[in-house]
Structures are given as C-alpha cells and as structure tokens.
C-alpha cells in the first residue's frame, strides 16, 4: 500500500508522470492549508484555534510524509538519470533540494523546534510587554541552539548561518547577500547623517487628520482596481497583520485601517498588491508545480517593493491617484500631489521601530538584525549581549540608543518563531526592486507618464513577462540575469534613493 | 514508511493510540475539505474553482489512503478481539463499518461513479432548462446501472436500495423507513384532502411585500442570538443554497435573502441553526473521533426541523419574535402574532415543487421520490417511466399534475450527483424531531411559556443531554431508545400535525 498512500496512481504513467503526480499532492495539501491559513487570519470565530491547529498539523505531517517517502527519493534517483526536458528537470531540481533538506532532519528535531517555537511566542510577548529580556533569554538560547543542530544535519560543514538562509533564499549565495547588505550600510548611514543635518522641511501633515473605515476600505478598492487588480481572481479583506496568499487562481489580499494613518493603509494596499499581482501572474498550466509557483522571499519582496516604493511613493502616482483619494475624503481638497509625494517619503530621525521605518533607514534596522543573527548562529555573540550590542548598533548606525528592549531586541517576533536569516531578504527584495525597475525602464522607457495616467500594464506585462510566467523554471541568479542583464546589485537601489532623497531634501553631495 | 505515510507515529503507543491517531488524522483531512468547500461556496473568487477542485480532489484521495490502508484493516482486526471500553469499541464499530464498505468498492468504480456524476450535473442543468427529460434519461440509466453495481459490491445478497440506503442512514433499516413512509402516506393524503376542502381562510398576507437585503441580515442575526447561537464559535454569511457546516469549535450558518420572501429567510435561518447546533452541542473531547461528530442525516434534519417547525413555526415564537421583527421592518406593526403564525403555516394546494413546499405537503414530495428512486434501483421501474410515473403520483397523492418535467421529475439535483437513497431522511428528520420534542415536553413540561419569553435553554439543554453529547457513541435506533423510550415512530409527528392543522384549518374529524 506505501505507493498507493503517498502518490495515488505511482503505478500508472512513465517515471515523469508518477512524480507529477505526486509533486501535485504535495503542492495541493500546501494550498489546502494555505486555505486554513487565511480563514484562521481573516474568517474564523475566536474558538476555531484548537481545530484548526490539529487540522493544520495534520496536513503538514501528510506533506512532509508525501516529500520524504522512499518513492519520493527512488523517483528523483531515476529522473536524474533521465534525459528530461528543460522545465521537467527544474521541476526534479526544485523537489530534490526540498527532499534532500527534509529527510537529512530527523523528524524529533522537526517536532522539538516547532515545539519550542510555539511556546517562545507567548514567553517573547510577556517579555516584550515587560521590558525583560531576561525572560526571553533562555528562550532564544535554546532556539539558537537547535538552529545550529538544524543547519548541522543539513550540511555539518557549511556556515551554519548561510544553511539557515538559505531555508527563506536558496539560490542567493550568503556572500553575495552579505556583500549587498555591507554596501547599504555604507552608503546609507551618510546619506541618513547627511538629511537629518539638511535644513530642508518637507511637507509631511498632507494626511494629518482622522479618516473613516469604511471610507478607507472603499479607496483600498479603487488602488486595487486603479492598480489593475483582478477581482475575479482575488478578493480584499482586513487583518491585524497584513499579508497576501493563495494561488494563480485565487490571489487574496489583506489590509488594515487606523483612523488616524490613511497613509499606511493605502501603502500596505499597495505592498500587499504587489505579492498578489506576482502570484496572478504564475501561470495557469503550472499550477501544482514548481513552474506554477513563486520564486522565493526576496523576489516575492522586489514585487512588493517595486509596486509600494517605486510605483505607490512616486510622484506621478500621486498626481494619478489624489484626486481618486479626494472622491473619498473631500478633506484632502487642499493637498497637492507634491505635498502627498513628501509625506509618503519623509525620512525620521528618530525612528526605532523597524515597521515603522521609512523606505530609507529600514534597511539599517536590517542590517542591525542580520549582523546580530549572523554571529549568534555563528557562535560568535552571546545571546546575554543581544541587547548591548543592539543599542550600540542603533546609536552607530542610525544615531538612536533605544531605551528600553521593548522597543529595542524585543520588538520583532522573527526569532521568537526560529526565523533565523529571514531578515536579508527583505532589503534584498527592495534591492532587486530597483535594480528591475530600472530594467524595466530601460526596455521600455520611462514609466512615469503611464503612472501619471493611471496606466500600470506596460510595467506589468514586462514583470509577467519576465519574472511572473517563469515560476520557479529558473534558480533566481538566472531570473536575474536573464530579466536584467546583470548579477544582483545594490547599485540601482541606491543610485534610486540618493538621486530621490537628495532631491527631496536638498543635499548638495548627492 | 508505509505505516508511517499512513498514521504518522502509528509505531508509538498501544494499538488503540495508533488507530485513535490515524482516526484523527482522517477526520482531521475531512475537516479540513469542509473549510475549503465552505470557502468555496461563500467567498472564493469566481475563478478559484480548477485549483480548488484539485485540491479537494487530493485530501478526499489522502482520506480514503488512511481509511483503506492495510494498518487500518490490522488494528481494527487486532482492537475487535481486545477487550475496550464502551467507547473505544464505539469508535471501533463506526470505523469499521466505513472500512469494510470503502474497501470492498474498487477504486475505478468510485472514480467512474465521480466523474459521471460530475458530467451528468451540466447535463441535468439542461435538460431541466429545455424541459426535455430525454436528454437526461441516457445520464441517469448510467447512474442507476453503476450505483446497483456499488451496491452489490459492498453487499451481492442485499437489496441494493436498502444498501445505497445505509450510505446516508446506516443505522436505520429501510423496512422501518418504509414503514414510517407509508405510514405518512395513508395519513397525510386525507388529512391534506380535507384541508383543500376546508373553507377556513387563513391570513396568509402578514409577510407580504418587500424587505431589504441588509435588514433581513441584520433580522437573521436577530433569531440566531434570540436561539442562544454561540458567535464566538460560529458564523453567518450568505449562499445561495443555505447549509451549515463545520465542527463543535466552529459551526457556521449561511441562509440567504429574497426581499419578497422574508419569511423563507427567517425559517431558513431557524433551520440552519438547527443543525449548527447539533454540531455546537457535540463534546469538544471528542473532536477528531466519531466520539465526536454527529450522528447521521435523520438525526442531523431532525435537529433543523425541530428549530424550524416545532420552535420556529409555532404561535408562542411570533408572540416572542414578532416584536423583535417588527424593530427591523415597521411596516410589520399590524401583523398579529396570529397573522404571523398563520402565514407560517399555510398548506399549498397547488404546490409541486419540494424545496417550496409546507410542512405537510413536503412529505408527499418525498414519498413521491422514494417509491420511484427504490423501485429504479431494484429493477422494478424503467428510466424511460419515471416522467409518467411521477406525474400519476402527483396527482394521486397530492391532487396535483406536473404538466412539465421541469416543475417534475427533473427539478431535484439528488439523483444527478447519483444520490439514491438521500430522500427518505429528510422525512425521518420530521417524524424523529416529533418524537424528540414529545419526549423533551414529556421531560420538562410543555416550552410554550419559555419560547412565548424567548427562553429556549430548558429545550436546548434536554437536547445537548440527550442528542448532541453522545456524537456516534450510540447506534441511531439506541440513541432515540435512551432519548425517548421508544422506537422511531410517525406517532407523534402524526398527532402534531393532526391536532396543529385540524385546528387551524377548523377541520371536524381531526
């Protein structure tokens, strides 16, 4: 029965087809509980919690049963060793890499840091809400401990760190991503010195004042059907964090609304749309594949990125876009555009709190993380030194010395869930975003004319063609290379915000 | 890894925590299919289907795996032949009998079965719009032919219509359905004769005219908090075709709206609630074993029915709803309770369509489909009959004749997914709800007073004691024993609906 019970019809059709078959199951149970996901966030009453968690466990347990079945690795063997197609071959490839890290883990290991991880979340809020580290210390020893013993049975001779980020970004090599994230560092903490030296004043009050809920949800629509949303494929609605998921047939949104930040709502509509879009843009015929799928963390961020910052924080979309805001809120009558343009791009100079970062000094909360991360992994830092080392890092590379841990190591909840080498890719995403955009541009030329009209389908049909309709086909160096010409760099992105925030606040080096 | 891709940890613990682990893992992939065709009927996008076709496909294949597996069929052999507590063998006995008839039904069959199914859906469709039964008939000889060949495959000696039967109501033999159906046949036909012949002229006009949308939610709300329905564990939404499903932690109402057809909505409502509290009503200990989920259709209608007829029909409820009606809709301030008890209540005597039918007439409805799909299935009648068939017996037992198969044999939707043997239950819903409410009365006194008061804890109660708590520790004929100290009989349903028409309709030999 074992072939029956992890792939029905493993004894029908050639070896292809046999392991089809079964990559569709697996992608099929993910989807399902992606499903569970999203009701449990955004539909479920307040007491589902118990059901739902076992129904969730169940489903993974079944995948994880399904990838590492002895057929599973028998299949792999033998197509290896056939002559496949090019997309066939990715496919084994994609699958390989996931079998191989799955069942080099034993499954005790598996179920002690997934255990450990559900109890740190409770442990790391009380910490947080008590401003004591020392609660959440052991905590994140034993967590760092058992990442080690992760990384160990996956590869005992790599850097521990780089197996670990390579779970959110497998085919970006760690020193690529380190030399990427050195650079930002370098350049942004001058040009951040260098504005808040700078004595110009940005209008940033355009969206002070307090704006409706229910008026926010309707505008959050007309960005989603200004921006070219398919509502036939998707749907919006609200939750506490926002995110997107589903698949090419069915791409959901979430947003949130606070009375007093329209702002943040239409941006987080903005970023959640780009993940949506990258998704609808998959192709159909791949669905349950690899090919039908979404390349990994940073790409799905350049797509959010690319439409948040460089669409949504431009000039011309506000031009575009203010007066469908006025429809909305009459009160926004007197903003200009380039009012709305400033205050969707001031920089703080206070700012401690990574979600509330600014498109410019997020990236040194970033690298603040992943410096830390790194050397805890590594071994080279003590997890009793975090918060030390935490402060003296803010006060050096943003000129702030966070007060408290609350608002200093205990303010993200990546580590209290084992995420360790998470963080990267979100600046590696916005790197990317500018280094496509530019691309874009330089196919099909400047975009701000069409952003000014409210005309978003050239710079979409360039994404679809050239990141969305690939899935998973190509490693992401390749997508790259092949989508811009060149290797991952950070050049773009920053000669994007140098030029921006030079501009915008009249720096004369920059 | 058979018995691993099975029943994961299926290697620890005794023999009944293995198969009390794979029990919960099958429920567990059941439940989870229930979220995503909820989701599918209520807020999918249009064109989410293909991906969620598939993946329901593959949870409903992995179920079937885990139920058929040969572990299954070894535990079940070795925990028959050891000595367990009452509810251990309970759980035992269900699955058992879900083993042996899923195992002796090979797979092409089940898959044949489905995919006929689902071609003869858009076929029926048509045929009922261009009301031509001859476009159908070729469909449903084909569904009838595989359907005596599922049958005789689980049981080659049995009447394949008491077999087909048992899929819906496996505890009910069909000698005590046809008994109760006839039954309500002989005593139902005069009753509803002398009723067309009686002058008495009801007010049937109370809910009469148009009641927005919104209003009507807002009024259904209305009637789940007045019922006591639990929102921390539940829900209401809209679709087109109402249903409740879910678990004890999480049991969800749709109903729908027709701004001319408040009351359809109200005891729709009623209706759905019903079942969701069964499902409420079910003992949180026991989720994930049949311990746990509820007992089969009959039981399951004859919790609606109850709510809807017994509760929801009744004078003392307007007498406590009207009030709260008449704070959504002002236009009802002239309708009596009276009025309102009487529009709720008033037996068609032109009606051929079931889903429109009163509580009384319904019934004939459903003898009408049992007589023909039971005689279909034994070989007795001809596909190429049933247009005449069912025509004669409209007018024989409800006076009525269908003069298109339309508004006839073609306007249910059961026997084109091939459910033969679903109909009955819908009657022996009625007939136990009249059983159960009897014995409740008998227990605690007549409700009139409580539900005059919107008080409805006293006969919730009894039946949380008495239905829900047990889920399937009993066989159904054993549950209805302990509840009410008698077989299943149309007693009671008889003399309810004797003494609540013969009254309303001022009918002298009743």
Known sequence: MATDQAGSDASEGDAYEQFEN?????????????????????????EGTPARAQQLSTLSSLSHELLTADETGQLLDELEDTDLEDEQAAVVREIRRQYDRETSVPQELVEELSATASNAHPTWKQAREEDDFEQFAPTLEKLVELKREYAAHIDPDAD?????????????????????????????????????????????????????????????RDVLDSLGYDWDRGRLDTAPHPFSSGTQFDARVTTRFDEEDLLGSITSTVHEFGHANYTLGLPDEGYGTPLGEARDLSV????????????????????????????????????????????????????????????????????????????????????????????????????????????????????????????????????????????????????????????????NGWLREHIHQHGKHFVTPELIERATGEELTADYFLEYVESKYGDLYELEDY
């Not at 149970?29 to 479920?44: F, H, K, P, S, T």
């Not at 959010?304 to 431009?314: A, F, K, P, Q, T």
């Open 300 to 459: 799905h961020e350049s797509q959010s990125r690319l439409w948040e910052n460089h669409v949504g924080r431009s000039r011309p979309f506000w031009e575009h876009f203010l007066p469908v805001a006025r429809e909305r809120f009459p009160s926004l009558e007197d903003v200009t555009p380039e009012a709305a343009y400033e205050a969707a791009n001031q920089v703080y100079d206070d700012n401690l709190i990574r979600v509330e970062a600014d498109e410019l000094t997020y990236h040194l909360h970033i690298v603040i993380r992943f410096e830390i991360e790194r050397d805890l992994i590594r071994g080279d830092l003590d997890v009793s030194e975090v918060p030390q080392v935490w402060n003296d890092k803010y006060e050096e590379y943003l000129g702030v010395r966070p007060e408290t841990d609350a608002e200093g190591c205990l303010q993200d909840i990546h580590w209290s869930h084992g995420d360790f080498g998470y963080f990267p890719t979100y600046s590696l995403g916005s790197v990317l975003a500018a280094q496509l955009y530019a691309a874009a541009e330089d196919d099909r030329g400047p975009f701000d004319e069409e952003i000014r009209e409210g005309e978003f389908d050239d710079l």
């Open 22 to 46: 079964r990559v569709r199951r697996i992608s099929n149970v993910g989807n399902a509980a992606g499903i569970l996901r999203w009701d449990q966030e955004v539909v479920m009453p307040d």
């Open 160 to 220: 521990p760190y780089a197996v670990l980020f390579a779970d959110y970004e497998p085919y970006i090599d760690l020193e690529t991503a380190e030399r990427v994230l050195e650079r930002l560092r370098e350049k942004l903490v001058p040009l951040i010195d260098a504005i808040q030296e700078s004595d110009a004043d940005l209008a940033t009050d355009a969206f002070a004042g307090e704006f409706d809920d229910d008026d926010q949800e309707a505008l959050a």
